[in-house]
């Protein structure tokens, strides 16, 4: 068993940064995939990035180049670091920790509420 504890969000103005944390309790941490999705009033979850157990990374396009996703295993600890953050930015995120796409070995947070609003 995997429990996530996401932190971080918060209101910002557009062109503002959050960081937003998510602690995992338990243990291998290191072997999940750990992903960040966000939703939106109305909308679908979507994914925003991905950290494999490799390290390798991958990201929607809406936010490459703006959101860097990093780990550290001893810390048990995912991060996602969002700058230049837009209106369209604004939605609950979420952590996930899984096994593989499809995978029963999935485990989330309860979310964050990030808004970016003048």
């Known amino acids: 068993q995997v429990q996530l504890v996401e932190s971080g969000g918060g209101l910002v103005q557009p062109g503002g940064s959050l960081r937003l944390s998510c602690v995992a309790s338990?243990?291998?941490?290191?072997?999940?995939?750990m992903d960040w999705h966000r939703q939106a009033p109305g909308q679908q979850r979507e994914l925003v990035a991905r950290?494999?157990?490799?390290?390798?990374?991958t990201y929607a396009n809406s936010v490459r180049g703006r959101f860097t996703i990093s780990r550290n295993n001893a810390k048990n600890t995912v991060w996602l670091q969002m700058n230049s953050l837009k209106p369209e930015d604004t939605a609950v995120y979420y952590c996930?920790?899984?096994?593989?796409?499809?995978?029963?070995?999935?485990?989330w947070g309860q979310g964050t509420q990030v808004t970016v609003s003048s």
């Open positions: 338990g243990s291998s941490f290191s072997i999940y995939t």
């Open positions: 996930n920790a899984h096994s593989g796409v499809g995978s029963e070995d999935t485990y």
């Open positions: 950290i494999r157990s490799s390290g390798i990374k």
